[in-house]
């Protein structure tokens, strides 16, 4: 997501030298409003002001006010609601420059109620305070205040004053009453380029996108003025529903306008083409950029991350060190991000650490962002951490947290978590039952997650969707209930779509059960083309009864086809580096001693008792070869790379990009148990945390 403004910077010391009043002026406006800098400055000039009596006089009043409460930022308000407070019956324009001050302070509530003051005291407001106050009620979210005042403005006659109804419609954007801030734009006779911006950033604060993008094709129908503000919002909309066409016009007629200057606007650009899928052009967009603040690093990072394109992500990030600009929680959480998809646990250790460092606030987002990261990575002590040291937490983060202890064998933990967020009262998604259910598949609780089901729609009003049916059947088929499982799928109130049977045909594989294994095939292929895991499961589950002849036929069909296994890749992050590697690979610059590590490596772990599968071996490969074929998968060669470059009695982390198979599990825990080595390898369904020769999923995957 890109964020639309670059953060505040740290004040710095202010080097104004402090004012000394030799003789008070006649006419202290120029001091009090061009020289007044600092709170020294103020001090002063209020004992003159007392001193000379100046201070009776409404129009010095007010100036000093808008110096206090308005000019000298970063500076506490109660100096300027003192001096108010001590106004002998304070104009219109003394309530108004306060509660301008206020809404700039972010004292909200306190604006509000200083408006309401006004009225009581029966100072006549004018349209300058409906304007300031309107803001306050926007900043707050205050839609009921902000609907009394409507009332009011209108009463009073203010109802056709354009920046009031602007502020108006502002404040109906940020309350996410558009329908009402749209009635309010089609009635105005006359618009200026506020109105239409007032309307553009409501419709995308509220996520709006398609309305904002339609708003604009309507603006430019009747031929009004547009500005660069109106052009960021369209852009970012045009990103969200993925309208390239309008993002081009907008990019031309910033070409040919001289658009390309302003920092914000390409930045929009880039995060438009990253967001429609044209990386490359927003690339190429971003280093044309003579400036690039945090706001455009993070956009190209995010537009990666996306498209992930996760290792020039994080390239990018690194470029973005070395060019000394800080990163904010935008940039953090797209680097997280993709730190999470390649398994990259070193470098999202030391984001963390940043973040520690840089003492950034914890928020909701930042705080899940992590808890992805340390769950897609198996590391769940830090999951827990992270996620008790969180000082808020909404649902997503109690999800993250169950899915990711489930998914990593956790799941008594997992459902203890659960117990814990009911208990704290906060209302379960669908995507937590999703997390839940999966922790009683992990943990073999049959009857639990059936309870856990029906719970959903009876208790929560969810009603299950396909990943929820495709839960249950992952329940019942990893404790060997099949013909349960077949009869749960025969009778649900949706359509079974082709994952649904995939599940089964799994389950079908681990307990050896070819009548549904078949079955199963039978409704895939009636959905949608078998692929290649579809076959090798079957063939599997033919060989495992000693079906030779049929698992031969059924590989032998997938080869006629001309249906390919696709390649698997397994990675590993060696100081801060992803390596990748495939089976049978050679192309890594240190691929001898990475051959001669794996072959040292199978050589002792066959003494110790492991025994190659060569049904796992590539369709291809010659009888005399199969040995060897399996010996070379990915995920090995990602074994023997970290034996070379980790310290003995380290953990070795693996992601794969498909399913582990057969032999390489097996492999794997004997390889745990011979080196002494905990070995966590992140497949494309589960993670697998194998120690001393066993595996977390109790060799069910």
Request: some cysteine.
């Given at each position: ?461 969810i009603e299950p969707r396909i990943e929820h049916y495709g839960c249950m059947v992952d329940i019942l088929g990893r404790a060997g209930l099949l013909e349960d499982a077949y009869e749960f799928i025969q ?86 580096v992803i390596h990748e590697f495939f089976s049978e690979d050679n192309t890594h610059p240190e691929s001898k001693k990475i051959y001669e590590e794996t072959e040292k490596m199978m050589k002792k772990i ?47 982390r693996i992601s794969k990009n498909l399913r582990v198979c057969t032999d390489c599990h097996n492999a794997t825990k004997m390889i745990s148990k011979v080196y002494h080595r905990e070995i966590i390898v ?20």
């Open positions: 997501m890109m964020a639309v403004a670059a953060p505040i910077s740290p004040t710095k010391p202010t080097t104004t030298k402090p004012i000394i009043i030799t003789q008070f002026p006649l006419n202290p406006k120029p001091l009090i409003l061009q020289q007044c800098r600092t709170i020294k400055d103020l001090n002063q000039i209020h004992a003159h002001l007392i001193k000379t009596r100046f201070l009776n006089d409404p129009s010095v009043a007010e100036n000093f006010l808008e110096s206090a409460a308005v000019i000298i930022r970063h500076q506490p308000i109660d100096y300027a609601v003192s001096v108010f407070k001590n106004l002998n019956e304070p104009s219109s324009s003394a309530y108004n420059v306060m509660i301008r001050g206020l809404t700039l302070n972010n004292c909200y509530h306190e604006a509000i109620v200083l408006f309401k003051k006004m009225l009581e005291e029966l100072v006549q407001p004018d349209e300058f305070t409906f304007s300031c106050v309107l803001k306050a009620c926007a900043r707050l979210r205050g839609l009921d205040e902000g609907k009394q005042i409507h009332g009011q403005l209108m009463k009073m006659g203010f109802g056709c004053c354009g920046f009031v109804v602007n502020s108006l419609i502002n404040m109906y954007g940020s309350c996410g009453e558009l329908r009402v801030a749209r009635q309010v734009f089609d009635e105005m006779s006359e618009r200026d380029v506020f109105t239409w911006n007032a309307l553009f950033s409501g419709y995308t604060k509220s996520g709006y996108w398609k309305e904002a993008v339609e708003l604009f094709r309507y603006m430019l129908e009747v031929d009004d003025r547009f500005d660069e503000v109106t052009l960021v919002s369209v852009l970012t909309a045009c990103g969200r529903v993925g309208d390239l066409e309008m993002g081009e016009w907008i990019k031309e007629y910033v070409d040919a306008n001289g658009g390309k200057r302003n920092v914000t606007l390409v930045t929009a650009l880039v995060d438009m083409y990253a967001k429609c899928g044209r990386v490359d052009t927003a690339r190429s967009l971003f280093d044309q950029m003579p400036r690039r603040d945090v706001v455009a690093w993070s956009a190209m990072i995010s537009g990666y991350n996306q498209a992930s394109r996760c290792k020039e992500a994080l390239s990018l990030f690194h470029d973005m060190q070395k060019a000394n600009v800080e990163p904010n929680e935008v940039t953090m959480v797209s680097v997280l991000s993709s730190c999470a998809e390649l398994g990259a646990l070193a470098t999202g250790k030391w984001v963390h650490f940043y973040i520690k460092k840089k003492k950034l606030p914890l928020t909701v987002t930042l705080g899940t962002a992590l808890l992805v990261f340390y769950a897609k990575c198996g590391s769940t002590e830090n999951l827990i951490e992270v996620f008790e040291h969180m000082p808020r937490k909404n649902v997503l983060s109690w999800s993250v947290l169950i899915q990711g202890l489930a998914s990593n064998g956790q799941g008594n933990k997992a459902l203890k978590y659960f117990d814990l967020m009911l208990s704290n009262r906060i209302k379960p998604n669908d995507i937590t039952f999703i997390g839940v259910l999966c922790a009683c598949s992990h943990a073999g609780l049959v009857d639990k997650g059936r309870a856990l089901f029906v719970s959903m729609s009876r208790d929560f009003n009778n649900m109130p949706i359509k079974p779509n082709a994952v649904i049977w995939r599940t089964l045909l799994a389950s079908c594989k681990v307990h050896k059960n070819v009548t549904i294994g078949e079955r199963s095939i039978k409704q895939i292929t009636n959905l949608e083309p078998l692929h290649s895991g579809d076959y090798l499961l079957l063939a599997s589950i033919y060989s495992s009864v000693g079906r030779l002849e049929d698992a031969i036929r059924v590989r032998s069909e997938m080869k006629q086809k001309g249906i390919k296994k696709t390649p698997g890749c397994s990675s590993i992050e060696v100081n801060g066959k003494s110790a008792g492991y025994v190659p599968n060569i049904s796992d071996a590539r369709l291809e490969a010659e009888e005399y070869d199969k040995e060897t074929s399996v010996f070379h998968h990915s995920e090995k060669l990602a074994i023997a790379f970290g034996l070379i470059k980790t310290s003995a009695g380290t953990p070795i992140r497949d494309r369904i589960r993670f697998h945390h194998f120690k001393n020769g066993s595996c977390s999923c109790n060799d069910y995957w």
